[in-house]
Nanobody, 115 residues
Framework: QVQLVESGGGLVQPGGALRLSCAAS????????MGWYRQPPGKQRELVAT???????VYADSVKGRFTISRDGAENTVYLQMNSLKPEDTAVYYC?????????WGQGTQVTVSS
């Protein structure tokens, strides 16, 4: 059974940085474009960034220049490096395929940006 497990969230001050990790089953990782998504409090889930098998990336305008998505094929892991964090980045962060696959949604990891 495919699983996606997110980790690395936490509480950070504005301007700080965090690195999120998403460990994925090998089969899905090798064939799929992967993405990071987030759901801010009281809002709908939104796409943050995607990365193809070849390493091509796309970012939401709100995170361009601050976030970097990457993937490690050997470890079947997708990362999201988040720099210059802002309070509006506060959300539960999830990884999934792109387009999303309903059964792959995990628990997510909470990121809180606050002083």
């Amino acid at each position: 059974q495919v699983q996606l497990v997110e980790s690395g969230g936490g509480l950070v001050q504005p301007g700080g940085a965090l690195r999120l990790s998403c460990a994925a089953s090998g089969s899905i990782f090798r064939i799929k474009t992967m993405g990071w998504y987030r759901q801010p409090p009281g809002k709908q889930r939104e796409l943050v960034a995607t990365i193809t098998r070849a390493g091509g990336t796309v970012y939401a305008d709100s995170v361009k220049g601050r976030f970097t998505i990457s993937r490690d094929g050997a470890e079947n892991t997708v990362y999201l490096q988040m720099n210059s964090l802002k309070p509006e980045d506060t959300a539960v962060y999830y990884c999934n395929t792109w387009p999303t696959t309903d059964r792959y949604w995990g628990q997510g990891t909470q990121v809180t940006v606050s002083s």
